[in-house]
Nanobody
Framework: QVQLVESGGGLVQAGGSLRLSCAASGIIFRYNVGGWYRQAPGKQREFIATITSSGSTNYADSVKGRFTISRDNAKNTVYLQMNSLKPEDTAVYYC?????????WGQGTQVTVSS
């Protein structure tokens, strides 16, 4: 059974930093595409970043230069380092992994950025 568990969310002031973690069980991140998405109140879920099995990364324009996605193969964990946070980054952040058969989602972690 695949399980993705996010952690690291919280309340931070604008300009601050947070690092989100997504630990996987039942699936191996380095063989698949790992990613982060977010959903703000009243808005659709949006793409933030992905990392492929080869380590290639891709980012939404809104976070490029501020957020960094990475992976620790030994810990089977994907991270999202978030710097220079803005109030508009406030959302529930979800971890995602895409396999050939389907994709999986974590339960989400709340990030709140105060102005």
């Amino acid at each position: 059974q695949v399980q993705l568990v996010e952690s690291g969310g919280g309340l931070v002031q604008a300009g601050g930093s947070l690092r989100l973690s997504c630990a996987a069980s039942g699936i191996i991140f380095r063989y698949n595409v790992g990613g982060w998405y977010r959903q703000a109140p009243g808005k659709q879920r949006e793409f933030i970043a992905t990392i492929t099995s080869s380590g290639s990364t891709n980012y939404a324009d809104s976070v490029k230069g501020r957020f960094t996605i990475s992976r620790d193969n030994a810990k089977n964990t994907v991270y999202l380092q978030m710097n220079s946070l803005k109030p508009e980054d406030t959302a529930v952040y979800y971890c995602n992994v895409v396999t050939r058969e389907r994709d999986y989602w974590g339960q989400g972690t709340q990030v709140t950025v105060s102005s």
